[in-house]
């Protein structure tokens, strides 16, 4: 009777089993191609505390003529292709412009984890000498990466600048 039972449940299932299923094997929401659109380059108030003011002379937006660099960033193209198996590529490309006669075409790999908001890099060519730590957002399909200079003064630090590159989702995740 016991073994009728037994059959029985698995036949039919039981009410206890999950009807939606959880997998932790979720794609990353960083995974895909990313391609820089612009750079926004904030420096904190003189008169207002924890305000930070948006420097027009660093930023930039890719494709359009800068008041001071002129062309520079006209045709710049950097995009990340964040893999799913932890590693990345950042290929940067930099035609000659008005400041530089020479041509700049490089990539960067390495590998990258993230935990919430906090985005971990290690790259580097003494197999990844380079670690670097970001907070990043995602909305939409628009990725911020943050990335800040400290100044280490008497014990403390001192938020200096703040700098958002910023990408749009060139393909969906791979």
Known sequence: MKKLIFITLLIWGCDYAPTEHTH???INPLVGVWEHTAYEYYKPSIDVPDYWLLNDTNSYVVGEIHPIYEDYY??????WIINS???FILDVYNPPNNISSQESDYELEGVWSSNGSKLTLLYGDDVYDEIRLRDFEIINDELKILET????????????????WIYKRFTNPL
């Open 74 to 79: 006209v045709n710049i193209s950097v995009k």
């Open 85 to 87: 198996n932890g590693t």
């Open 149 to 164: 200079d400290m100044n280490y003064t008497g014990g403390t630090y001192e938020l200096l600048t703040k700098k958002y």
């Open 24 to 26: 932790e094997d979720a």
